[in-house]
């Protein structure tokens, strides 16, 4: 299966508590039971954690770079507390109708880690998220969809998965999978 120790995950829904009103303060951010334990053991064992999120509540002027940034520090810090890492964190700042190639379901996000990292593509990388499109920006760059069913996973599910979709409960559940495979 996994060819390559690299995995790309969704923030909201996938690492954290999400909501319809966006996460707009630290306050705001909170993890996801198992979610940094997860992410932790899948950093010991080797693997490149990535993070790519569409954080369109910057171009909505409900928050800013500054506060998003003490969101992903807070997450590496928590990650960290546990002996692991997070590689890369990539996000999107700009809304639905800016036309970027970064915003999912586009796959500019996952092609810039695949650049990172040097490969070509991101075949056999997981791609973990809770949206469709979470599921097809990987899908789109060549990685493997992994739909959670935390977030709005459960709303997802009723629609069409891309092909080749993997379900699992949350990102614990993923990280033993992929842990022992």
């Given at each position: 299966m996994a060819?390559?120790?690299?995995?790309?995950?969704?923030?909201?829904?996938?690492?954290?508590?999400?909501?319809?009103?966006?996460?707009?303060t630290l306050d705001e951010w909170i993890p996801l039971p198992g979610s940094i334990d997860a992410i932790a053991a899948l950093s010991k064992a080797g693997w490149q954690v990535c993070i790519a999120t569409n954080q369109s509540g910057i171009a909505r002027g409900l928050f800013n770079a500054a506060t998003l940034e003490s969101m992903h520090q807070r997450l590496r810090d928590l990650v960290a507390e546990r002996g692991?890492?997070?590689?890369?964190?990539?996000?999107?700042?700009?809304?639905?109708?800016?036309?970027?190639?970064?915003?999912?379901?586009?796959?500019?996000?996952?092609?810039q880690i695949a650049d990172h990292y040097g490969y070509s593509d991101l075949a056999d990388v997981p791609a973990v998220g809770d949206s469709l499109r979470d599921l097809q920006a990987g899908a789109a760059a060549g990685a493997?969809?992994?739909?959670?069913?935390?977030?709005?996973?459960?709303?997802?599910?009723?629609?069409?998965?891309?092909?080749?979709?993997l379900v699992f409960a949350d990102l614990s559940s993923v990280a033993s999978h992929l842990l022992n495979e």
């Open positions: 060819t390559r120790k690299l995995i790309v995950l969704d923030r909201d829904g996938v690492i954290n508590e999400d909501s319809d009103a966006f996460i707009k692991g890492r997070i590689a890369l964190i990539l996000h999107c700042p700009h809304g639905p109708d800016d036309g970027c190639d970064c915003r999912k379901p586009k796959p500019g996000m996952f092609r493997t969809p992994y739909l959670v069913r935390t977030g709005k996973g459960p709303i997802t599910l009723e629609r069409p998965l891309p092909p080749g979709t």
